[in-house]
DNA sequence: TGTACATCAGTGAACGCGCGTTCACTGATGTAC
DNA sequence: TGTACATCAGTGAACGCGCGTTCACTGATGTAC
């Protein structure tokens, strides 16, 4: 039955959202059409009138993922609270909502282009925002260390969700919280100074 | 046609072999049972002679491409040397031969109980390596600096394979090498002295 | 050592299910007068 | 503003392909005598 353009819109975009947090739960082949549909409220059916295929959906979900994954850093001034919340448990457990790169950083390898070029786009921002936090240094430098940072951060939260062994992955984030927290990000500066 | 015990267990050994390069390749849904039977010389039909399933092979060759990515670093008594090697860019091109837990760490938790077994005990075996290869400190203190160190290995190889820009994944690599060598390894244990 | 039979590793056709995609249809929305 | 018709968002059945799995069969290996 025919719905406002307005609702249909909105149909849309809640298709997006829907699908973007999927995708970051299961993986982009862990999850059907079907089932985001139906998370979505629709049915499958109706797919194909807001998207060319299950591939075009995902490269708008991976955006979508990606502003997600950065939104939550908005107002953030410290970068130690940065890498405290990213290595936090809370994050850890829920990949739904949280950093698109370390759910599906693996897995995008394998998509399309388009796809993977929303994901570089948000490691670039990802890493431009961790550099303008860290305050000494050049530019570059800054980027430099914000590279290793993030690195660092990806990682961690990868192997401690990886990892079958809840206080194998609590050590790791801990120790990880430590490593790149900010007053490693003053050490860092410091070395590549040598 | 019947196939010597011998040369049975040889096939066996090539399947797992196959396997364990290819899931490393394409993903655990990325690749097939005909495809593995068929690069390892066989003929889908006789899989199920050697595993009860897909999943039980995965978990093998999870342990397999656990213990090629280990084998590798044999006889490595230098950091820094082992952080180059992994953030090589050949390293980075060739998932195939490469590090199990970058390649798969983010599909793993979706997988059988067993063979995230596997993958933790490759963590856990990789931890203990870069402790080792840390001289000073409490081997507490050494493995929570091995645990960072890793993170920031596995999170930049991950970031460097996703990403589209050639230029920037060797950057990406760059900036981690330069961050987790040997002589920032010093500069944390100098940090968690403070 | 040689022979006869049983075993069983590997083959290739076939099955069945899941999933991406298509399509005829419905009925509410949008529009022309 | 009201009416008549065209449009089209969404529905649900159906299609077709890929893939994990099964199975009857083959013929070489292994074994009993």
Chains 1, 2 share one sequence.
Not at 67 to 78: F, H, I, N, T, V
Not at 140 to 148: D, V
Request: aromatic share 4%; proline share 1%; with cysteine.
């Amino acid at each position: 039955m025919r719905v406002t353009r307005e609702q249909a819109e909105k149909n849309r975009e809640r298709i997006v959202a829907t699908a973007a947090r999927l995708f970051r739960d299961k993986g982009f082949d862990g999850i059907g059409v079907d089932a985001i549909m139906k998370k979505a409220g629709l049915t499958h059916g109706g797919f194909y009138g807001h998207f060319a295929s299950k591939d075009a959906l995902a490269a708008e979900a991976m955006t979508r993922a990606i502003e997600d994954s950065l939104r939550w850093q908005d107002g953030l001034a410290d970068i130690d609270e940065l890498v405290s919340r990213y290595l936090s448990a809370q994050h850890c457990a829920d990949r739904a909502n949280g950093c698109a790169v370390a759910a599906l950083g693996g897995e995008a390898v394998r998509q399309r282009p388009a796809l993977r070029s929303a994901l570089t786009d948000g490691v670039r921002a990802q890493i431009d925002r961790i550099a303008d936090l860290l305050k000494d240094g050049t530019s570059k430098a800054r980027h430099r260390r914000a590279m290793a940072t993030y690195a660092g951060m990806v990682g961690a939260l990868t192997l401690a969700r990886a990892v079958d062994d809840p206080d194998l992955a609590q050590e790791i984030l801990a120790a990880a919280r430590e490593a790149f927290g900010d007053h490693v990000a003053t050490s860092h500066r410091a070395s590549s100074r040598r």
